[in-house]
């Protein structure tokens, strides 16, 4: 479980995140969405420690601000937007990299790692893919290579920031299933995303921020309203709803 | 997928790659074929079986008879050996400390002297070669040169993180060349002031193991071996860094003090082997970029192998250095980049068409 008591963030002295407090369920999936700039990679990255914040975070009922940073590392796992991929790695070296929080700082991995990290590539159904390099992946392989080094982590909480930027739509879904399947294994994930519809058809709940506030939170349908897109994107919209789910098409003004 | 489920639980396929067995045992007889030759060519030439029997009767309880001469032991021990031991050292400092660097700062052309270690050490040697003579002291040149070299890199990075290199590497790097140029300035100007003691500054700026003798060889050996073993250590964790500081953070790693654990490291050693050989350019390069190229980008086998070839390659170097137009020799940092160059030119093409 994840809880944000008015999380602050400061970036160049103005306010990146402002008073935000969210709470995350267990196994539940939030969507952060908001125009550019409304602050929500910065509430994933003081989610992981990468940023100095005010206010509390809370994961799984600790307190984050008194984890260290192997232990918070084993908590959450931290996807960024655009991850470091060194091309001449091989899939296994990296994946094994997400081993990194349970092996002692001037140690190398054991069975018990290897197996975790095997583990993970299988997940992901990237079993035969272990002695390929990176720079030979394709997008969508890569992607996948990024998730299973997280998965690798063993961490009940995963942070992803745009998992499907530069995925054509088919790969976008299928990373988006990816996901919705490791959930299956009771994750908690909170990403970021930028497609409002995909963001209403895989998150059990949405959260609207924009400049640094929570301005909507809730089911997809009650979040993504015409009269919300309009305030706080700017954006002329339809929203369509039906058996399937919520549609946000963008129309021509 | 059932098949690679099944063979999961029993073996897993990924690994770690560290360094490759063939590429052990490669390196080690680099080294210890380059050691022989740098004991064994000379003026007076010895034989490869000579040397190793007369290394072994100096071992107790052996019972082996050096079939050596006395002039000849005394040839292979009091002068060349220092002087091929101090270049192994210095060689594998200079090449380790550049593959962590490289690592460090994740820029392929970052070397040992990047943070202004060169202009550091340069400085304070040439203070003390200017002004050392007056008390008559050369023995003040390398402890000068250690703490011109110390003093550049602290600098640096003290005006790196005031500058906000906490967070970027940028910050650090462009410290380090502002630091290098004035500390080259003041250097040049000294030079310029004490032109009597022009040519001594210039023979030490080159670099070299003509004096080279077991109390450089002790001078450096601690400095290096920590430094090396400090670097040796972290290998992991600089493959870790290559996947970016945010990632290497979110996966546990404080990577501040990392870096400024890796730095000093680096920096100690190869300050200790400027200290005693000058400035020697190109090999902090070189060496791991050959191995990058060859055996694998993985820092598990490019910051050892670097220490390894490292050594080998700089006494073959020197080899050159005293042979080539014997008895005089050549600076061996113009050997250094003259066979160097087109070797790295050679590995690279290769390397593309292999891959």
Redesign the interface.
Known sequence: MIELRSLSVLFDGAHAVRNVSLTVENGEWVVLIGPNGAGKTSVL?AL???LPFEGEVLLDGRNAREL???????I???V?QT??T?P???V??Y????R??Y?G?????G?AD??A???A??RL?L??F??RRLGSLSGGELQRAVLARALA?EAPILLLDEPTTALDLGRQQRVLELVAELRADGLTVVTTMHDLTLAGQYADRLVLLDRGSVVAEGAPEDVLSVANLASYYGASVRVVEDEDGIFVLPLRR | ?AV??VR??TD???????VPRPWRFIAGAFLAGSLLVGLGVGPVGIGAGGIVESALSHVPFLHVHSPLSSVQEAILWQIRAPRVVLGALVGGMLAIAGSAYQGVFRNPLADPYLLGVAAGAGLGATLAIAFGHVHGSQELVPVAAFAGATLAVVCAYALGRSAGAARTTGALVLAGVTVAAFMTALQTFVQQQRTDTLRDVYTWLLGGFATAGWGDVAVATPYIVVSSLVLI??R??L??L???D??A??????VRRVRLLLVAAATAGTAAAVSVSGLIGFVGIIVPHTI?LLV???Y?AVVPLSLVVGAGFLVLTDVLARTALSPSELPIGVVTAFFGAPFFAVVLRTSRSMR
């Open positions: 990255r992981c420690g990468l260290r940073r192997r232990e918070l590392a084993r959450a796992a931290f960024p991850p470091e060194p001449e790695l091989t296994g070296e994946v094994l990299l997400g990194t929080p092996i700082y001037l140690a190398s991995e069975h290897r197996v990290a095997s583990r590539l299988d159904e079993g035969s272990a002695e982590q | 997928m690679d489920s999961t639980r897993p396929r990924v690994r770690a790659r560290g250590l972290h992991r964790v493959d870790v290559s996947l970016g945010d990632e953070a979110s996966l546990g790693v404080d990058r694998s980008t993985s598990r």
